[in-house]
Structure formats: structure tokens, C-alpha cells
């Protein structure tokens, strides 16, 4: 199976800033990366798809990039509502498999 | 907006049986793959299962392959995950989630809706 390694596993920031959260993949997952937000006591959400397509109702704040594998998420300016755990997911073989999570929390 | 309601967890001792339910709407059922999702207190997330839109395709992790079985009911918009010979690291909140691609023989790929989840504990 495919295993993906977030980094870091906490990042510590302040509203405003922009973060950077990064995903690598054990083999060459092509474009076919999903990032997902998750709040307390939440079910995750769906953000990116396809390394860099924002799903529905996301707002333009997050973007995705990378391929083969290496991969990261970026959120240019950091809202109060940013402060979440996100994972990483691919779908390019199965099992589908998550990374373990990036906690972006307030500095 | 797609509602995914799920229901069935409950406590069980290691070796029992439980078989979760996924009620659906406001989507065309049978045009999607569903998949379970489940997730260890304070853990990360962990795909289980999941089936094609036809139910003709199924797919499993490996740590549950043999013990559960995923199947769906698209005259009643319900998803299922029959689990047995549970075990402790079963335990777990078991989401179900709705493939963002359009599709009846698609298998499994990224999750657009999630319900809220079902809690699972298997404990003696």
C-alpha cells in the first residue's frame, strides 16, 4: 500500500500568515491527491482534489500543487476558522490511504 | 445538500458482531461509490471499505479483510458494513462518505460528503 508522510505534525502559526503543509507519497501517486480539513468534533472536509482542484464552496485561500510524490497545501492567509487538522489521501492505487495529519494551530 | 446518516455502533465484546447502517439522500444513490471511513480516538483517518454505485465492485483495507463486508441497498439508500470476529482495535468512530466521482462501476477515489459518524467500541 501507499504511504504518505505529513510534515510537520504541528505547525504553529498566527492569523494572517501563510502556511505551507507538505505531503510525500512512498511510491508515485501521479495527480491523484486529496487534502481534507478536520475540526473538533467534525467530520473531515473535503478541500482539494486532483492535487490542485478546490472542491465546492472552498474558498480561494487554499490551494494545492505537486505531483508524483510530493505534494503541499497552502493557505495564504490564515483565518481564525483555519485552525484544524488537515490530512492528505490518495486514490491512485488501493487501499485508498491517509497521511497522519498536519495540526495547524494558533501561535 | 447530500445527507449521509449513519447508525448501528454500540458496544461489543472482542470477537462479537455489529453491523452498521448508512442512510442516504438527496443524491442519486446508485450513481455514486461509497466508502467507510473510520477513525481511532485521537487517531488519524483510516479508509476501510468501499463499493462501487451497482454494488458490483467491493474493495477492503487488508486490516479487515475476511472480517467485514461492505453492500448496499439501492432501493432503500442505505449502506452497510457487517463486521465480525471484532476485535479491540476495531474501535473506533466509522464514518460513511460519498465518492465525489459520478459512476456506477467506479470503484472508490476521493469523498465529497461525510456523515457524522457511528461510534464502534469493542471492549470486554
Known amino acids: 500500500e501507499i504511504v504518505l508522510t505529513q510534515s510537520p505534525a504541528t505547525l504553529s502559526l498566527s492569523p494572517g500568515e501563510r502556511a505551507t503543509l507538505s505531503c510525500r507519497a512512498s511510491?508515485?501517486?501521479?495527480?491523484?491527491l486529496a487534502w481534507y480539513q478536520q475540526k473538533p468534533g467534525q467530520a473531515p472536509r473535503l478541500l482539494i482534489y486532483?492535487?490542485?482542484n478546490r472542491a465546492t464552496g472552498i474558498p480561494a485561500r487554499f490551494s494545492g500543487s505537486g505531483s508524483g510524490t510530493d505534494f503541499t497545501l497552502t493557505i495564504s492567509s490564515l483565518e481564525p476558522e483555519d485552525f484544524a487538522v488537515y490530512y492528505c489521501?490518495?486514490?491512485?492505487?488501493?487501499?485508498?490511504?491517509f497521511g497522519g495529519g498536519t495540526k495547524v494551530d494558533i501561535k | 445538500e447530500v445527507q449521509l446518516l449513519e447508525s448501528g455502533g454500540g458496544l461489543v465484546q472482542p470477537g462479537g458482531s455489529l453491523r452498521l447502517s448508512c442512510a442516504a439522500s438527496?443524491?442519486?444513490?446508485?450513481?455514486?461509490?461509497l466508502s467507510w471511513v473510520r477513525q481511532a480516538p485521537g487517531k488519524g483517518l483510516e479508509w476501510v471499505s468501499g463499493?462501487?454505485?451497482?454494488?458490483?465492485?467491493?474493495y477492503y483495507a487488508d486490516s479487515v479483510k475476511g472480517r467485514f463486508t461492505i453492500s448496499r441497498d439501492n432501493s432503500k439508500n442505505t449502506l452497510y458494513l457487517q463486521m465480525n470476529s471484532l476485535r479491540a482495535e476495531d474501535t473506533a468512530l466509522y464514518y460513511c462518505a460519498k465518492d465525489i466521482s459520478k459512476g456506477a462501476s467506479r470503484g472508490p477515489t476521493m469523498l465529497d460528503y461525510w456523515g457524522q459518524g457511528t461510534l464502534v467500541i469493542v471492549s470486554s
Open positions: 463499493i462501487t454505485g451497482s454494488g458490483s465492485g467491493t
Open positions: 489521501q490518495q486514490r491512485s492505487n488501493w487501499p485508498l490511504t
Open positions: 486532483d492535487t490542485s
Open positions: 511510491q508515485s501517486v501521479g495527480s491523484y
Open positions: 438527496r443524491f442519486t444513490f446508485s450513481s455514486y461509490g
